[in-house]
């Protein structure tokens, strides 16, 4: 480990905004990254690409030795870490009577129980270094659920609830928690074609390396959250404000063409 370097570790970083922020990670002077992903190929590729010091580590973060391998990993090639992005996350579409609780319980398993236990297992790290960050990229599904996403929507809302919870309990220990809220992004698993190809929609399709500088600015830029595209939050505020009327907005055409039109994906 360099003097004065900073140390960050990334999952889902084999592609989509994993990888984005990676790159715009690497661009900061000193920094030294820890990519994880599932993917070992990728991981080494991305590694070999970026300009500074990068470790990679392929795991399943739904695996019970996972966050164990990652502290052993961090300890033993880096000695300290300054930034967490919890990234990897998944989306399956289905509707509760036909997908049931299997489709919630794999949801949760990735987009929220792998996140806890990945942070339980590293938090003692973030503290030695602190000040130092997490971020948690969640979801403005996590805000407002449509159709047919009831299960991703359920895990989004758990990771922004312990989210803010644990920005209130780290903040005496000096570890910023921080978290991203991105709507539609074009991403490998999500290319959002129909979305995109449409004048009304394609708006609010957002870049990965959107989403990276997100992701900076709520790390090491200790900003509390940040919506991706920004008017998203709107939506946020309209679900408490006018609840009937939202609800009557996503179960119309246009959200009807959002559900339909979107494809399962999981970063790494």
Known sequence: MA????????????TGIGE???IRLSREPGTELVLVARREE????????LPCRATY?????????????????????????????????AAWRGGFAESGYADVHRHMELNFDAVVRLTEALLPLLRAAAPSAIVN???TAGRVARARTGAYSASKFALIGWTDALYAEELEHGVHVGMVLPGFV????????????????????????????????????GKAERYVPR????AAVARILAPRLVRRVLTGGAAADLTTSTAAERAG
């Open 186 to 221: 074009a991403t490998e698993g999500f290319p959002a074609t129909e979305l995109r190809e449409k004048a009304l929609t394609r708006w609010i399709v957002s870049k990965p390396q959107t989403v990276a500088e997100a992701i900076y600015e709520a790390g090491p830029g």
């Open 42 to 49: 990728l991981l080494r590729e991305l590694a070999a690409s």
């Open 57 to 89: 580590l392929a795991a399943d973060l739904t695996e019970a030795d996972a966050p164990a391998r990652v502290r052993a990993h961090v300890e033993a090639e880096h000695g300290r870490l300054d930034l967490l992005v919890n990234n990897a996350g």
């Open 137 to 139: 990229v969640a979801s």
């Open 20 to 22: 984005a922020t990676a």
């Open 231 to 234: 008017p998203y939050a709107l």
């Open 3 to 14: 003097a004065n370097s900073n140390v960050a570790l990334v999952t889902g970083a084999s």
